[in-house]
């Protein structure tokens, strides 16, 4: 009789989480063609049309930057709550409330030319994403509840709380009754990068927070707390370093760049406060963050192709004809196969021959 | 089949990165032979069975099972094969009860093996409670989990790593009692340890490393603790000096009427505690584990604060500390030494750079909420240096260091801020003779430039080699203080089990 066993690996390479990367990104295009094979369209055409169409043209171009902004920027906030194992999977509702509370502004200064409204807005995003998962912080640090669920749960609430306001007190009163907020003047608006696409300033939001991210994973003394304390807790208690503190920092930090996040689509291609916000990138910032291996550089890599897959996703409803539904699969299937790929990073499953048995038995 | 040894290894080679841990490993263990792995911290010994235990590959080398040759590729084959290992380093869930641990390794239900447990504890003098949870527990009661896990697991090769480090003296008696009866009944034994009268005691061969190569296969009943010492490190190793007393003596750390009830009803609380800490004096802590002394530590280092429902007060210099944390009392001059090194004193997959500022950071390492690395991995090589630690570097992540070396550096961080007041627990455990004397000499030597130093070990040898003062620790009280001088192990071993009027008379006796 034969088996199968898992089992740690006893030693790791350097390279390897940039191998798992690697590979999850090759095991899904292999999915990804299963998946066209069954809608009857050459794989390579498939994979053609999401993966390398997009970039053809400067539209594609410009559209993907558009998509990773808030990928980038909700990712790198997450990641620092991710290393230190605080759970924060609530991005998606810290990103609604923060493009409320901009939103908030631009109501309130309406018709005004000041550059300094969308500063204003960005800082409002920020505590208003902040303000959201500040509540999950004080229940897990208070209470220890669990932030996983809280942050989830808050999302549903974030969720009500626009639909709330976008059909009442923040309708435009001029919109024939749409549930939706009134058009931003351009001084509550990021400014267009590129002409001819929608590409806009808040990209450098994302690359800023990228560049502070790096400086703070490797040098940052706080950083280096939170990572203690989600690696080792026992040490961390033996340092003296707070486990509260990390907890409300964590959720403070991703809360505030899922915010902002929300800033840049309402401020950005929408121009409103409406009902969908966001395509589910507060979602899809986790998948970006563990893509990302949780490296700063690595997220830059990894939210490119998450938004490339947004993207693509679009095109090859267009050119192939399969629905839009297979953005969300290829997600799906990236995180899967990133997390079946980390698991054999650090353990591996091996078929014991009935040789092997055979020869135990003999032993015996 | 007498002469076909148990297990046979041939030219068992393996290279880490930085060095060859095994070089060309020969061995032969024979059913009932009881066989001594002994070398300096990082010669190899660990690596050595973790190979026959197939949780490390060889590059070379062959492993023979009762004259097969066989291909041992992971700790599953090597437990069907009939081989136990007790590990250096724990591998219990934290969160599971002793009983739970053990049925992931021995079959039968939960209720089942909680008999077995208490009956071979009792049997075997190893102390478990089997509803208890890991987590609550201290480093001896986890050993003691782990020598019963391989214990009930009957295997034919019994491989122990240090199994007798965190336990009390009439533990190890009764230890090497229950080792001599399965060793009699056929079973193999395979033992490391620095303690070399142990092994004088209890093997029957001995195989000798050095730098991963076995330098010497002697019998362990002819040899000497002196003529191993020499075999293993080629030279001769001297006693600490203890020179008499010196400074004034004044109360550096006061704790009064210390009292902690922890939430775990199977976790020891500390009951009514006074302890004074005295310049230039080094005090011992004498007791089995799990007495309190755990909670002790932690409540005089921070980590722990007594609840409102505790009395008591620690005092540094006469400022009460109040709810400072470990680190606060740190820049105050209060180390700690804790007992487990890996995972507490020191993160595993951090470098010892990384580890080097988990205790010393607020030695200058920060500046505008930024590490200097530079000045970081400064300290590490220092720490390196001063205790010679065998290691790839300060680059050398904490786990890929030998326990022993690993424990030379905790130390050594936990010295390099010349600390007023330094709290150890088991500061030699685990490290090998002659840098145990080195680390005993570093203890001395910063008492003789006037700090306090708390020492809590379970080897009284130790505690009567090192120290001014010894207290004895049971059941969550403390004795009152005695001068080694006037007391002798035998009493000490009395207080241990309760009697503290043993050492009490005895201070009359002399005053
Ligand atoms: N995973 C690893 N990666 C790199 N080097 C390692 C690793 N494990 C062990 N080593 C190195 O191999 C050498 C032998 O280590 P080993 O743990 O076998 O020593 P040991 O004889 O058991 O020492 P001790 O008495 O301190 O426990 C050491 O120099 C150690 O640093
Ligand atoms: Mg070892």
Same mark, same amino acid.
């Given at each position: 009789m034969s088996r199968l066993v898992i089992e740690a690996r006893p030693e790791r390479s350097v390279w390897a989480p940039i191998q798992v990367s690697l590979l999850a990104v090759f095991l899904t295009c292999l999915g990804g063609s299963v998946l066209f094979m069954i809608y009857g369209v050459s794989p390579l055409k498939g994979l053609d049309a999401i993966f390398i169409d997009p970039l053809r043209t400067s539209y594609g171009i410009g559209e993907i930057l558009l998509k990773m902004a808030p990928l980038l920027l909700i990712a790198q906030g997450l990641a620092i709550g991710f290393r230190a194992?605080?759970?924060?999977?609530?991005a998606e509702g810290q990103l609604i409330v923060g493009a409320i509370a901009a939103t908030a502004l631009a109501i309130q200064f309406q018709g005004t030319t000041s550059p300094l409204l969308l500063p204003a807005m960005v800082l409002a995003g920020m505590i208003g994403g902040m303000c959201w998962a500040g509540i999950a912080a004080l229940l897990r640090a208070q $209470? &220890?509840?669990?932030e996983i669920l809280v942050t989830f749960m808050l999302t549903s609430v974030a969720l009500q709380l626009l639909y709330y306001l976008i059909g009442?007190?923040?309708?435009?009163?001029?919109? $024939? &009754?749409?549930p939706q907020s009134i058009r931003f003047d351009p001084a509550a608006k990021f400014p267009i990068?590129?002409?001819?696409?929608?590409?806009?300033?808040?990209?450098f939001i994302g690359l800023a927070a990228s560049a502070i991210a790096v400086v703070f994973v490797q040098r940052s003394f706080v950083s280096y707390k939170m990572s203690v304390g989600g690696i080792a807790p026992a040490a961390a208690t033996y340092a003296g370093f707070s486990s509260k503190k990390a907890i409300w920092l964590a959720l403070l930090i991703s809360g505030g760049a899922a915010g902002m996040a929300g800033v840049g689509e309402v401020s950005g291609p929408l121009g409103m406060l409406q009902r969908?916000?966001?395509?589910?990138y507060g979602y899809a910032g986790i998948i970006v963050a563990v893509l990302g291996g949780l490296h700063p550089i690595g997220i830059i890599f990894a939210s490119a192709l998450m938004a490339l897959v947004y993207v693509g996703g679009d095109f090859a409803l267009l050119?192939?004809?399969?629905?839009?539904a297979v953005t969300g699969i290829f997600q799906g299937m990236l995180l899967t196969f990133y997390l079946a790929c980390s698991f054999l990073l650090t353990s591996r499953i091996r078929w014991i021959k009935p040789d092997d048995l055979k020869q135990e038995a003999m032993a015996d | 089949m007498a002469d076909t040894p148990l297990l046979r290894l041939r030219g068992v080679t393996k290279a880490y990165p930085a060095v060859?841990?095994?070089?060309a490993v020969d061995l032969d263990v024979m059913p009932g032979e009881i066989h001594a792995v002994l070398g300096e911290n990082g010669a190899g010994k660990s690596t050595l069975v973790k190979i026959i235990y197939g949780s490390v590959r060889p590059d070379a080398g062959t492993v023979e099972w009762r004259g097969q040759q066989v291909d041992m590729q992971s700790p599953l084959k090597a437990r069907d094969l009939g081989i136990g290992m007790v590990f250096q380093h724990f591998s219990l869930?934290?969160?599971?009860t002793a009983a739970e641990n053990i049925s992931l390794a021995v079959p039968g239900s939960i209720a089942e093996l909680s008999e077995r447990i208490r009956a071979a504890s009792a049997q075997f003098g190893l102390?478990?409670?089997?509803?208890?949870?890991?987590?609550?527990?201290?480093v001896g009661e986890r050993q003691r989990i782990e020598i019963l896990r391989c214990i009930l697991q009957e295997p034919k090769l019994i491989i122990m790593d240090?199994?007798?480090?965190?336990?009390?003296p009439q533990g190890i008696a009764k230890l090497f009692e229950t080792l001599r009866r399965l060793a009699s009944e056929g079973i193999g034994i395979i033992f490391i340890s620095h303690k070399l009268d142990e092994i004088k005691a209890l093997c029957d061969t001995a195989t000798v490393m050095r730098g991963g190569r076995v330098v010497g296969v002697v019998d362990a009943k002819v040899e000497d603790a002196r003529s191993l010492t020499r075999l293993m490190i080629g030279r001769d190793i001297a006693a600490p000096s203890h020179a008499a007393q010196r400074g004034d003596?004044?109360?550096v750390l006061e704790a009064a009427g210390l009292n902690y009830t922890p939430l775990d009803p199977f976790a020891p609380a500390l009951k009514d505690i006074s302890l004074t800490l005295r310049s230039g004096q080094i005090t011992g802590i004498a007791g089995v584990?799990?007495?309190?002394q755990d909670a002790l530590t932690r409540a005089l280092a921070g980590e722990i604060l007594q609840g409102p429902q505790d009395a008591g007060t620690i005092a540094l210099d006469g400022v009460a500390l109040g709810a400072d944390t470990p680190d606060q009392r740190r820049e105050k001059g209060l180390h700690f030494v804790p007992?487990?090194?890996?995972?507490?004193?020191?993160?595993?997959?951090?470098t010892l750079s990384e580890n080097a500022g988990?205790?010393?950071?607020?030695?200058?390492?920060?500046n505008w909420g930024m590490v200097k690395l530079g000045k970081r991995r400064a300290l590490a090589q220092e720490t390196i240096d001063a205790m010679d630690v065998r290691c790839g570097?300060?680059?050398?992540?904490?786990?890929?260091?030998s326990g022993g070396n690993l424990q030379k550096f905790i130390v050594g961080r936990e010295l390099a801020l010349r600390p007023k007041v330094l709290i150890a627990s088991q500061?030699?455990?685990?490290?090998d003779v002659g840098a145990a004397a080195a680390i005993r000499q570093k203890l001395i030597d910063l008492r003789d430039e006037g700090a306090a130093i708390l020492i809590v070990s379970e080897e009284i040898e130790e505690i009567f080699e090192i120290c001014d003062t010894i207290q004895v620790m049971f059941r969550g009280r403390l004795s009152p203080p005695v001068q080694v001088q006037t007391t002798s192990i035998d009493d000490v071993g009395l207080a241990m089990a309760g009697d503290f009027d043993a050492l009490a008379l005895k201070e009359c006796a002399h005053v």
């Open positions: 194992q605080i759970w924060n999977i609530g $209470f &220890n509840a669990n009442g007190p923040m309708r435009d009163p001029g919109g $024939f &009754n749409f990068l590129i002409e001819g696409t929608r590409v806009n300033a808040s990209i969908n916000i966001s395509p589910g050119s192939v004809g399969v629905p839009n | 060859l841990a095994n070089d869930f934290e969160t599971l102390d478990v409670e089997p509803d208890s949870r890991v987590q609550a527990m201290t240090e199994p007798t480090s965190v336990l009390p003596g004044h109360a584990s799990g007495n309190g007992e487990e090194r890996l995972g507490r004193g020191a993160v595993p997959i951090h988990l205790t010393t950071h607020h030695a200058g390492l920060v570097g300060p680059d050398a992540t904490a786990q890929s260091l500061p030699t455990w685990g490290v």
